[in-house]
């Protein structure tokens, strides 16, 4: 047995779901018939010999669950998974944003990456969103029917199903559906979060109409939740594959709507949207090999960059969140921000230096300027313009099926529910993307961050991105699948999943569950979450960082091989998400 599987410590725990979700097709096609789950069951790894689907939200990884075992592999999950939670998360769900997907081919040894991220209309310019002072217009940049980019969702998976799926794309489909025809039970946290942006959502007719009573009154925990208008528009979908979203009837009432309140997309805009496929980025971390999204996601660039400057301390001997690991940790995270700033953006627009920024020189030049005894304060450090974050209301999803084949998809609407606009007659939250483009160079976005050139808007480019989707191979072997939601945390969240499995040999849930830090260069703090002893805490503000504890970072999905089979598990610092498998 190799050492690395043996050293893996994962305890089994007796799956309780039995049949997550049984899909009735054929007559009364769409229907679901939901089991029960206790949420206990996702304090603990769970683990499987066959398949494993981990989401943030426990309906969809039924979902997920339900397809691997009807013959699906992994990409047949992940679509059904993608269309499900548009349906049961809309807060970041959706068929109306973006995202990216990495796939691994087992049989073949081979990965991809699909890039399915919004682009900016052919009517948006790099001045587009400037006042006539010359300032930002924030309300069209993130509130307005302007804010929304060229969704990309549906083309992602259709993308991926016609190059890895094996079911018929109807049948990944039929279970959102089913759930967006018949409703589902609303959640406490669902509940919670309509009433945190119900002023947002209550501003658009269409999407007061959906997300609240008639007599504008929100839905209490338990209470069923229907959304016809969805329903119809994800029958035209299954019935006539992306198509439907991007030519047919739900592309001219999209539009139609959009341009009633003057929205930039047009039907020329959507039918000239098309998801890429691209090479991942790839590095190594101390013997084993890095998988991860490429430009115009900035995570796996600086996922690998860091890792590469980690390389040079031995971090199991400094101990699990010692002060002297954090202090590494944070310094590293700081210089790869601060490249953030200049270097990426969509590489169809703008040459990338990627090979630069993962090499293994560089990461030793870059170390060699890290002081182990003090912190460097971000002043010192090359200024720049870094670029713009998701909001954390991304999620991600993980899953992998019986014969090793995998699939890790981060997708989102930026802020929660997008810029709360559902389309008329379509039941489509639609995103805020455009506020990922720098729209003027030097002026912060929605969350205190710069943004420069290589990130201006332009007719049909991509806006940068933190989202990171990885995967982990030892010897040729994938032994971890992951990726978190989480703004500009979103490539710390990963990073540390990553180093607690490798570099402290924590089984899945330990390395999920551990306090997490975050540099960000700019602004010059350390971000902590609660649970860090004071004692480190001071040693670290002795070195000289400035210790801010937070609320928690990122919501982790993530699977993790073991020498019998997988073990999965999702982050518990939200509610809701589940583990599967068989």
């Avoid at 997300?211 to 929100?218: E, N």
């Avoid at 925990?221 to 019935?239: H, K, M, N, R």
């Avoid at 609407?413 to 990922?436: K, R, W």
């Amino acid at each position: 047995m190799p050492s690395w599987l043996s050293s893996v410590r994962a305890r089994a725990y007796p799956l309780t779901l039995g049949i997550a979700l049984l899909l009735l097709l054929g007559a009364g096609a769409g229907r679901t018939e939901l089991a029960p789950y206790d949420a206990r069951d996702r304090m603990h790894p769970v683990y499987a010999r066959q398949g494993l689907v981990v989401a943030q939200e426990a309906l969809a990884s039924q979902v997920g669950l339900a397809i691997l075992q009807q013959g699906g592999n992994a990409t047949d999950a992940a679509v059904a998974v993608g269309f499900t939670l548009a349906v049961t998360l809309p807060q970041a769900g959706n068929l109306g944003g973006g995202g990216f997907l990495l796939v691994h081919d087992a049989a073949n040894q081979r990965s991809e990456a699909i890039d399915f991220r919004e682009t900016a209309p052919a009517a948006v310019g790099r001045d587009f969103y400037l006042n006539a002072q010359g300032e930002v217009d924030e309300t069209r940049l993130r509130f307005h029917s302007q804010a929304a980019g060229v969704p990309g969702t549906v083309a992602g998976l259709a993308l991926a199903h016609a190059r890895h799926g094996r079911l018929p794309w109807r049948r990944l489909v039929e279970p959102a559906l089913g759930l967006a025809k018949q409703g589902f039970p609303v959640s406490l946290e669902w509940a919670q979060s309509l009433q945190d942006v119900r002023e947002r959502l209550a501003s658009w007719p269409a999407s007061r109409k959906i997300f609240f009573k008639p007599d504008g009154s929100a839905y209490s925990p338990g209470e069923t939740f229907v959304q016809p208008d969805l329903a119809a528009s994800l029958e035209q979908i299954a019935e006539q594959g992306a198509k439907a979203f991007y030519e047919g009837e739900i592309a001219h009432k999209l539009v139609a709507d959009l341009q009633a309140q003057q929205g930039t997309i047009t039907l020329d805009d959507l039918k000239n949207y098309r998801a890429v496929v691209r090479a991942p980025v790839r590095g190594t971390y101390r013997g084993y090999e890095i998988v991860a999204m490429p430009p115009p996601s900035s995570g796996g660039v600086h996922l690998i960059q860091i890792l590469n400057l980690l390389e040079t301390w031995p971090l199991g001997e400094l101990g699990h969140n010692s002060a002297a690991t954090i202090h590494r940790l944070a310094e590293a995270m700081k210089l790869a921000y601060a490249d953030r700033s200049e270097s990426l953006g969509d590489p169809d627009f703008v040459p990338a230096p990627v090979a630069g920024l993962v090499s293994k020189t560089y990461a030793r030049d870059l170390a060699a300027r890290i002081d182990p005894n003090r912190a460097r304060p971000a002043t010192d450090l090359q200024p720049g313009q870094p670029q713009r974050f998701e909001s954390e209301q991304t999620t991600h999803y993980s899953v992998v099926d019986r014969d090793g084949n995998a699939v890790a998809v981060t997708y989102t609407l930026n802020f929660p529910y997008g810029s709360g606009l559902v389309a008329a007659g379509t039941g489509i939250l639609l995103n805020n993307e455009m506020d990922d483009f720098a729209a003027k160079p030097g002026v912060p976005n929605a969350y205190g961050l710069l943004g420069g050139a290589a990130n201006a808007v332009a007719p049909g480019k991509r806006p940068l991105s933190s989202m990171t989707p990885a995967l982990v191979f030892k010897d040729g072997q994938l032994i971890l699948v992951t990726g978190s939601p989480g703004g500009s945390r979103i490539i710390t969240t990963v990073l540390q999943i990553v180093s607690n499995v490798i570099d402290f040999r924590l089984n899945l849930a330990e390395a999920t569950v551990a306090p997490r830090v975050h540099h960000q260069w700019l602004p010059d703090e350390l971000r902590v979450e609660e649970g860090l002893s004071p004692d480190t805490l001071r040693l670290l503000e002795s070195l000289g960082h400035r210790v801010m504890v937070r609320e928690a970072m990122g919501d982790a999905q993530s699977i993790l091989r073991a020498p019998d089979g997988w073990y999965g598990f999702s982050d518990t610092r939200r509610p809701g998400g589940l583990a599967v498998g068989y």
